[in-house]
């Protein structure tokens, strides 16, 4: 009775724990231990070789040469440089906002009890896995100066033909149109299940006390999906700052980087600007710090929406 008593005393309970918790560990380690040399050798190891890239002077044809701050002085002395940032903003502000109203629009509309619901959400959602290169055959039979259905339309109305994505006031527009249509889709699905956690009591209740439609949208249904409208925004912010493949296919960059981000720079944005000096001149050194220009603000742009979001969003 004794020894029983000695072996489940408290100190050699939790050494017994802690050498289980030792040998599951390893084991752990073990099982994850492919993702963490993927994510050290794919993920951390460039982060830190870009870090010291954006110090130096380097071509990728020859040793990179410690340069300090050179890169980032010409950056920020560069014109072409606020000119991309400027772009870059110009597209979130018009893309973010857009993109998160229709969706909701959209899943609220999916959201009810219609026929073939399955099938209109489907059609919504192909947009999405469909490739740039399938959209831009699209969009140009839509917007093509010569030929494109739009301008046809406008000429049958007595209406001046446009220049479409070769004009400088309209590309960025168009370009956050063809975004918007294509991303709706997978934040219409995010929608539709903040939509679907929103308890049905509070409507009958709502239904109870007389409130209409637009007073139960306003009160019950915008207060409850805020965590999700949160996560929209976040989302869509990233993907705007990220945004290359899109503008690189229909601004001509498949077939001539130096037509991406036209007409005059008009569509030029950071990450098609890290990309023309990257691996079209070579300044890899200069590109490094774009991009870790480029991740600055991001992580500022996050900090201060985390920031915001306690005066907006109200968590269950």
Request: aromatic residues 16%.
């Amino acid at each position: 009775m004794e020894s029983e008593r000695i072996n489940r005393s408290p100190t050699n309970l939790a050494a017994k724990k802690r050498s289980l918790l030792t040998y599951e560990g390893k084991w752990g380690l073990l099982l994850v231990s492919p993702y963490l040399i993927q994510f050290i050798v794919f993920v951390i190891g460039p982060l830190i070789a870009s870090l010291y890239f954006s110090f130096s002077k380097y071509d990728m044809l020859n040793p990179p040469q410690w340069i300090g701050l050179e890169n980032y002085e010409k950056l920020f002395n560069e014109p072409l440089f606020y000119k991309s940032l400027w772009n870059t903003l110009y597209f979130a502000i018009l893309f973010v906002p857009t993109q998160a109203f229709f969706a909701l629009l959209l899943a609220v509309a999916l959201n009810q009890k219609i026929k073939a619901l399955k099938l209109y959400r489907m059609a919504h959602f192909i947009p999405v896995i469909s490739s740039w290169t399938v959209v831009m055959y699209v969009v140009d039979a839509i917007f093509n100066p010569r030929f494109g259905f739009a301008n046809s339309f406008l000429i049958k109305l007595g209406l001046e033909p446009q220049r479409w994505l070769n004009d400088e006031q309209l590309v960025i527009p168009l370009l956050v149109l063809v975004a918007v249509w294509k991303g709706i889709g997978y934040m219409m699905v995010i929608y539709l299940a903040g939509l679907q956690n929103v308890p049905n009591e509070l409507y009958e209740a709502a239904d109870m006390d007389g409130a209409g439609t637009i007073k139960k949208f306003s009160s019950i249904t915008l207060p409850l999906i805020s965590p999700t409208t949160f996560l929209v925004i976040v989302l869509s912010t990233i993907t705007t700052f990220q945004a290359f493949e899109q503008i690189y296919v229909m601004t001509g960059g498949a077939t001539d980087i130096t037509a991406a981000g036209g007409p005059n720079n008009a569509s030029l944005v950071l990450m098609l600007y890290l990309y023309r000096e990257g691996f079209s001149f070579l300044h890899m050194g200069y590109a490094s710090a774009i991009a870790w220009i480029l991740f600055t603000i991001l992580f500022i742009l996050t900090l201060l929406q985390l920031w915001g979001q306690k005066k907006w969003v109200h968590y269950q």
